[in-house]
């Protein structure tokens, strides 16, 4: 069975910084695109973040130059640096990994989500 873990929420003020971690465990072939979600109060789930395996990134407008999304292919971990947080970044923010289990077998996995809360 695979996990993924995520570590690092908690609550800053405005202008402030948070690195958020995200840990694949269980049996795994190998690991597609890994990212970040994010879902605040009364809003639907939203993409903050995307990194193929091969390194290429994705972001969304709204945190384009303020969030870094990284990973450990050798570990199966994802990282995501947020600098200048806003009070609007504060949400549950959700792991996500394509999990290869063989060459034709996949999974969307998701992680249990971490609180991050930005105050003014």
């Known amino acids: 069975q695979v996990q993924l873990v995520e570590s690092g929420g908690g609550s800053v003020q405005a202008g402030g910084s948070l690195r958020l971690s995200c840990a694949a465990s269980?049996?795994?072939?190998?690991?597609?695109?890994m990212g970040w979600y994010r879902q605040a109060p009364g809003k639907p789930r939203e993409l903050v973040a995307t990194?193929?395996?091969?390194?290429?990134?994705n972001y969304a407008d709204s945190v384009k130059g303020r969030f870094t999304i990284s990973r450990d292919n050798a570990k199966s971990t994802v990282s995501l640096q947020m600098n200048n947080l806003k009070p609007e970044d504060t949400a549950v923010y959700y792991c996500?990994?394509?999990?290869?289990?063989?060459?034709?077998?996949?999974?969307?996995?998701w992680g249990q989500g971490t609180h991050v809360t930005v105050s003014s």
């Open positions: 990194i193929t395996r091969g390194g290429s990134t």
């Open positions: 996500n990994a394509v999990i290869l289990f063989s060459l034709t077998s996949s999974r969307d996995s």
């Open positions: 269980g049996i795994i072939f190998s690991i597609n695109d």
